[in-house]
């Protein structure tokens, strides 16, 4: 027992700090630092976890100095507010609540306001001016301290709380149907019957004395560590139940208290754009739910953020107190060295700080954000790399307005009106108000945005399907801000010149009326609004990388992106490599920086053009030589697109796996089609229906496919085989350097993998042999299925690299269809049986057990072999993360995954070393 | 190197015996044992494989010992067979042979009939009396010789070789068809012939001296094992090359020598029934080969087995010979401890005894002779276990076709095809293509084989009337083959020649048309299909455990079968069980001597009667309440179902699987079927089809099933938990002692068993409340896909028992679908990647490495936990053996194939203990 219980936090100052969570909670432990830094928070005390463990171990006793230390720093919370507690005139009002470790939301109890009697609401009136926010402060403290400390509960368990059950006897009586709507004598009213209630069910009188009331509450928060809630939550979340709670006691303070009165909201960077610019929002004469809330507007804090608006702001209202905030916010930057999010108060012209923490950001200003820190010499480049969720990327990557498309929109008068940039990037689609109606019109193709006076947690699932969210409330802390950039959704909000009619479902704007259905544009960017559609170009990194139509020089956001990709080059251990097909795909892959190809999927170069005719008519050969001839026939194809390959991928390897999907997937299914073949082909629609049935399966995943094509049908690994090595010798003799590698799908067994191989070095070396070149070249397998796995050490006898194919992999350990799934991977997740879908993050303990088992088993035979991951897992954070720790030497993923896979294997390496 | 190269065998005597195979080689070193043993062998000697190495690192040079040994032992064959070698008046002609360690049939040389030239051939022609015969031998040894030793080849690669080229223009010259149509003086020409070409090629004499040839072909063959044929393979067989070959010396023996001269073939017991009885055949002036040709007809060598046959026999002929082969039956029995086949030549009246070894014999026989010989005292029970095959036992168990009704059908052309023998014995019936015709025929009486291209469980109603189940599709794991083993029918799967056309009810085989209601007959032994009826008999083992129509004494077969199986329960470690779903099949599992239900699939019982309306009632209910009101309608049923096994069992445990087949399988397909399902259910035929669309899989088998339908559907499971408590506690109130195990499929990680569970122990508790009842019960899971072996550890947590589902587990470790696989079963093993369907037997290297961890995991957490095996392997030997060294607790396999079970678990215990 550490011989102080109770730590002191105001007036510049605290006894604690942030490291101190075990014994000050995680709340007290934050406000000590706060205070520690200068940060002018409302002065208060954190009682110790230890004094709860002491108190469950000597039934509800508090240790003997308790009592004292206690009071002193009540004396000092009234020194630093200049307010007594229980002072008839202003008094001093507490705030009780709990604090344990680790955050329980909700799971224990508070009590606000404490310190009101019917004197000292008297003194609150006065200090106020506002009777009625008075009467609602006593009333609400009545209520809230009935529930918690003196335990008022309901009469039955179908009953209500007593409290509420007076409220709303009281509001018909009144004849309202808001509590707002109350009057001061109904809620006066209200006091007398909730003290009356009491009375009579306890024969108690309500405390008059506020350290009665104070003591009190403080054993009630320690009590409540043990209610229900609170330990099924520390069961669920394995959190030790001897832990205890500290309690926080704080002043507390209202910036409703007078014209002199605010509260506000400030981020130290912009949230959306990452810009190092103050920016917040603020309300005169309100409280912090106020400015949420979105009823009212808020102000901006500055006249940079004002822009064009007509509003006033903090810094020309209250200079002194701007200065202040100004002051807090470097101190917050150089203290905490990230952007902050920061609520404060305005009590009487004296600023307080609420609360700070690390703040909410779009992936644009995360980026952002990032690389000016670096710059400005605050964090790490490693630093910055670990704050970027990769995903985020991705908002570099989305589409924006095409900017003559935007002129020419202004040009028309179609400007609606500029709301707040809460999301980054540009959306055009069909204006939808309802939630549901955006479901269901997204469900049946449409490109919507949701438009909305103000969203709430019951609108997400439609926010999720919309291109954009626009509404006319609310502000960049609003909740469809927050959602918004959560989601990564194109966002304006706060687009307050619009008149939004849910009932006919109109915008009403500018004079003109926008009805439901009717297109419409937002840019998150600059947060303007438009009517009609405007064309959409790619993002900047693409019009550089891609479309090749921007310079890197005349764009900052490239610049951004390009800095944080050479820095994740420098970090990471793995090799990035792409999943591409065909040529384009190759340039895609390069632009976006992939040191290779890992899967290049040979089945797809059949669809395109006559050649399916030509694979068709393979499939339908009576025999091997039948087969032969189609096969003939597609070989300058397959030779055609593999040189286009690799021309375009210069020396880096390029990874070919052999034919993998069953003949099935490629003949017709619909009699038309079968008609059109037989016509083609000469032959008979009875003939081909009869190939047809005799290639189903009753399920393909597990049928005949991967390397058993080529084991049955060795003629068409061949000519695959040929298709390569010629184009690649091709290649060479034009001073080109390819690297091929050939993959084995669906292997299960060293002998599979030996079949195929001699037929790829054989046609190789025919293949050198008659052009005269000499090729460096791989041959390797996939492991896709778990006898692959586990029985790597023989087939890494043979392969010289393996590809872990971890969607197949996935199916096979699980038994489960990737296409089947979905009938119950909605109660698997319900249930918790899965944390996540497992073909999207790749399942450590079960596939992950055998990538490891074939790992390790590959390597035994194999010290260097070279082992990389191909699934859609590549691609994936946490996948890759795996693929990291278990030791591979690079993932391949699609190529607009490869800058999110740079930086996550970067991630990956960093953390790596730090285990 | 030893000091002697060369071993004399002969006389009664040998310098070597079967226990120098290293140095004799294999045939050397058992010839050596035969003599060894008093065994009349004709004499000769083995130039050890130590001189072979010895030739070979000398540059073809023999140790300097070695003339002077192969000298001194060549007097030795002289003086024992009374004839000289180069003898002009009645020749030694001696065979020259290779021998190395392991048999490689075919692959070295050999020369016979050594000795002859034009001086000697008239020897052997005063000898034999037949000079077509010797100059016949002496036109052959030419042959040979130039081939073997001179090497003379073909002109060109697609030349042939030169004597057959002779031998062909000869057979022109003098117009005839068949070397033996060639007249004395055809073949001497043919020899002069033969000489001038050697002459003419080699510039060579062909050697007349004898010992001039013997020296010579002893080089060749010592050469031989260094040819392509013979280094092909040993690489093939890992055979080292260093091991060299031995090389056989050994004096001819004729049995064409006169009126005293004959040979046989015998065996020391009867190889069909295994009755002690000495049983061979042989013929007088013949040469070993007329005997098997069949071209006359053999004579038996004595009078018992001669029978009612109006034949001489040995015993009558030649007694003096007779008796000596009687001695050398027993001397042979008693030196090898099993029946012996032996091969004897009679020359001049003398008895010679060729060739020894263990006689094949059939299933009957094998088990008579085993337990003969133990009663005999001639080996222990171990040893007679050892020995039997446990497939043999099915000879015991199935009716089988009359051996004699099936020849005729054969010589009369019935023969359709040969399929996969899936289910062993011979049934007759009329063809039947739907199983509903084959449930009214049954009914009105007929006895059907029901004819499927493949079977669904739609089907299982038609296949349990059926004699007989042919299918033209599916392997030996299939549904039909699956089913058809369980209900003990006879199966033929497989059949892929047929042509079945449901719609014009046909099969089309050899140019053949069978129609429906025509009789086929299937023989489940060897997979035949036969048009017409063959007669069946049924066997005495079943007669007296399933039929009662026999007792026990009354049958000899029953008692072996009975004795031997005691021996074997006496003997295994691990149990065995049955897979059994229903009261009948549960008698039999019993009468087989299943100690207990490894598996009852309780989705088989809704097929029976009207429960497949409830069923699909419940599939089609729109929402839980309606499903609870049809599983209501289906409680009393699985109830009344259980409590019949249980009565059954007795105290035996009674594994109870949980509904495991995606729900699909239960619906109609059928437009009709829909149709009456709808008029049954009262709802549009679109509201049920667009059910039957949406639960449609792509791969069925990774699908929805499982424990992941108890999972979506608490209901189900709780239904039949109900189901079994309810039955065991009514069980228990009558005086039963039922043992129900919950066994819960499908499960792939810990919280899916948990949650399945808890439904099981809380229906429990109800149940045993409600009845006041105290069950003993378990509750467990099924280890069938990877990842549940994976995490086995933490299964076991909550599981009682693991059963491995090793169907499941083989087709996701391999990623290979049971129903697909033979599109290309038949490539895989023809191509050595597969040396046995891995759905019947078992995959040790993948997936038992599995089954290995998931043991291994389960123990870890729960020493003692009990682990079985319950999917077709255990019923397989190879696949038992595995089970009993990975230690597993019991098997369990259809009730047919428990006596293979305890029989296989007794020869792997016996195994395992001697590792």
């Known amino acids: 027992m550490s011989r102080q219980n109770v730590y002191f936090f105001g007036g510049g100052k605290a006894d604690g700090n942030a490291g101190m969570k075990d014994l000050l909670g995680g709340k007290g432990a934050n406000l000590a630092e706060m205070a520690g830094i200068g940060m ?90 506002d009777e009625r926010f008075a009467y609602d402060c006593y009333r609400r403290f009545i209520q809230m301290y009935g529930d918690v400390v003196l335990g008022m509960k309901p009469e039955s368990k179908e009953g209500r709380d007593p409290f509420e059950e007076i409220l709303e006897q009281k509001k018909v009586e009144a004849g309202v149907e808001q509590d707002v709507e109350l009057s001061v004598s109904d809620l006066k009213d209200l006091i007398e019957r909730y003290k009356a209630i009491i009375k009579s069910r306890l024969g108690i009188d309500f405390p008059v004395d506020p350290l009665e009331q104070l003591w009190k509450a403080i054993g009630a928060v320690f009590n409540s560590w043990h209610n229900d809630r609170a330990i099924t939550y520390r069961r669920l979340n394995d959190i030790p139940g001897a832990w205890g709670t500290a309690v926080n006691v704080q002043a507390m303070v209202f910036g409703n208290l007078g014209d002199d009165s605010g509260t506000g909201v400030a981020f130290t960077r912009d949230p959306a754009t990452g810009k190092n610019v103050f920016y917040g929002e ?166 919507i945005i949701l438009v909305r006076i103000e969203t709430s947690p019951e609108d997400i699932r439609g926010m999720s399907v919309a291109e954009g969210i626009l509404t006319s409330a609310g502000g960049a802390t609003s909740h469809a801000a927050l959602v918004g950039r959560q989601m990564g959704k194109v966002c304006v909000v706060g687009a307050n010149t619009l008149k939004i009619d849910y009932r006919n479902r109109t915008i009403e704007a500018e004079g003109k009326t926008i009805n439901e259905g009717d297109f419409i544009s937002i840019d998150g960017m600059t947060g303007e609004v438009f009517s009609g559609q405007i064309e959409t170009r790619p993002s900047e990194v693409l019009q550089v990388l891609i479309d090749k139509t921007l310079e890197a020089g005349d764009s900052e956001t490239y610049r951004d992106y390009e800095e944080l990709m050479n820095w994740a080059d420098d970090i990471r251990r793995m090799g990035v490599r792409a999943n591409a097909d065909r040529p384009d795909q190759s340039a895609h892959a390069i632009a976006f920086g992939a040191e290779g190809i890992g899967l290049c999927r040979t089945e797809h170069m059949f669809f395109e053009g006559d050649r399916i005719d030509y694979f068709r008519q393979m499939i339908l050969a009576p025999d091997e030589s039948g087969r032969k001839k189609a ?285």
Chains 1, 2 share one sequence.
């Open 282 to 447: 603020y309300l005169m004469k309100a409280q912090g739910e106020d400015v949420v809330a979105g009823i009212r507007t808020p102000q901006p804090i500055n006249r940079l953020q004002k822009g064009e608006r007509d509003l006033p702001s903090l810094d020309v209202e209250m200079p002194g107190v701007y200065l202040s905030l100004e002051k807090i916010r470097s101190q917050l930057e150089d203290h905490y060295s990230d952007m902050q999010d920061l609520e404060f108060t305005i009590q009487n012209g004296r600023l307080w700080v609420l609360q700070t923490r690390t703040g909410k950001r779009t992936g644009f200003a995360a980026i952002r954000i990032a690389i000016d820190m670096v710059r400005e010499g605050k964090i790490s480049r490693e630093e910055a790399i670990r704050r970027i969720d990769p995903e985020q990327l991705n908002q570099f990557l989305r589409p924006v307005f095409d900017p003559n498309g935007k002129k020419k929109a202004i040009a028309e008068g179609n400007l609606l009106a500029t709301g707040i940039n809460a999301g980054p990037g540009g959306a055009t689609g069909k204006v939808v108000f309802h939630a549901e109606d955006a479901e269901e019109w997204a469900r049946r193709g449409e490109k």
């Open 631 to 915: 096969l003939e026939k597609l070989l300058p194809m397959q030779r055609s697109d593999f040189r286009g390959i690799f021309e375009i991928m210069g020396e880096r390897p390029v990874t070919i796996r052999t034919l993998d999907p069953p003949l099935h997937e490629f003949l017709p299914h619909e009699d038309k089609e079968i008609e059109a073949l037989a016509r083609m082909m000469g032959i008979k629609v009875a003939i081909i229906k009869e190939k047809i049935e005799s290639l189903k399966e009753s399920n393909p995943m597990l049928g005949h496919r991967g390397c058993r094509l080529g084991i049955v049908y060795p003629e068409i690994t061949e000519m695959q085989a040929r298709a390569v090595f010629e184009a690649a010798c091709d290649v060479v003799m034009d001073g080109g350097d390819p690297h091929p590698e050939i993959m084995i799908p669906l292997v299960g067994s060293l002998s599979e993998l030996k079949l195929q191989e001699e037929i790829v070095r054989r046609v190789a070396d025919e293949v050198q042999k008659e052009k005269g070149v000499n090729l460096e070249f791989l041959v390797g397998t996939m492991i896709e299925i778990p006898r692959a796995a586990l029985t790597a050490d023989e087939i890494a006898s043979t392969a010289e690299f393996f590809s872990f194919g971890t969607n197949d992999l996935t199916q096979t350990t699980f038994g489960l269809s990737r296409d089947d799934a979905s009938k119950f991977l909605g109660d698997y997740l319900a249930k918790g049986i899965w944390d996540a879908d497992p073909f999207q993050k790749l399942d450590r303990q079960g596939v992950g057990s055998l990538v490891r088992i074939g790992i390790e088993k590959g390597r035994e035979t194999k010290p260097d072999l070279k082992i990389g991951i191909c699934g859609e897992h590549g691609g994936e954070p946490s996948s890759i993360e795996f693929c990291e720790k278990s030791g591979m030497d690079y993932v391949s993923c699609s190529p607009f995954r490869v800058p999110i896979a740079r930086l996550a294997a970067a991630q990956a390496a960093m953390e790596n070393v730090n285990e």
């Open 40 to 129: 002018p928070v409302p002065a208060g005390f954190t009682i110790t976890t230890e004094v709860c463990t002491w108190f469950y171990e000597n039934n509800g006793e508090y240790p003997p100095s308790l009592q004292e230390e206690v009071t002193g720093k009540l004396a000092s919370i009234e020194d630093v507010m200049g307010a007594k507690f229980g002072d008839v005139n202003a008094p001093l009002l507490l705030s009780i609540r709990s604090g344990a470790r680790v955050s329980m939301p909700g799971m224990m109890d508070t009590v606000l306001n404490l310190g009101l009697n019917d004197d000292t609401v008297k003194g609150l009136v006065k200090a106020s001016g």
